[in-house]
């Protein structure tokens, strides 16, 4: 059975981005491997692929979304993305964060890749998210990097 992985806009971004070649490397490594793996994302992915400014960057970027698989965003995932806001896993300013990681509970994805450290992929926020999805019956959710995978 392949691994079901939540990919947030920060490792489509990665792919085509060359500032960090170490970073888009490692996502290329993965993006080369993506059918060992059921790819999916979200339609927040979309919206914020479609808002980058250069067309032809914008163009590239949302083309890799016919790649995986893209879940519309439920009102289940809404109000579970507010609660993790109300219970402050996330903070209000991350509530984008926070509804990716809905969707991906919500949709049981075993893992979330992402390159935002700051805000997903770091040791507060694994533990934070794990103790509320098994406080509410959700299944734990692997928050990654790329390069562990």
Do not use: C
Not at 12 to 41: H, K, Y
Not at 43 to 54: H, I, M, N, S, Y
Not at 75 to 99: C, G, I, K, N, T
Request: glycine residues 4%; charged residues 30%.
């Amino acid at each position: 059975m392949k691994a079901r992985i939540y990919l947030d806009t920060s490792v489509f971004s990665a792919l085509l981005d060359d500032r960090l070649p170490d970073r888009q490397a490692l996502t290329v490594d993965l993006w080369n491997r993506r059918g060992q793996f059921d790819l999916s994302t979200s339609e927040p992915t979309r919206e914020e692929l479609a808002g980058a400014g250069d067309p032809i960057r914008r163009s590239g970027l949302v083309a890799l979304l016919n790649e995986v698989t893209v879940f519309d965003i439920t009102e289940q995932m809404r109000e579970l993305a507010d609660r993790y806001v109300e219970e402050r896993v996330f903070s209000p300013a991350m509530r984008d964060d926070a509804l990716h990681v809905a969707a991906a509970v919500l949709t049981r994805q075993d893992i979330l890749l992402s390159w935002n450290f700051k805000h997903l992929v770091n040791r507060v926020r694994r533990a934070r998210v794990n103790t509320a999805n098994v406080e509410k019956g959700f299944p734990v959710l692997e928050l990654l990097a790329p390069a562990e995978l």
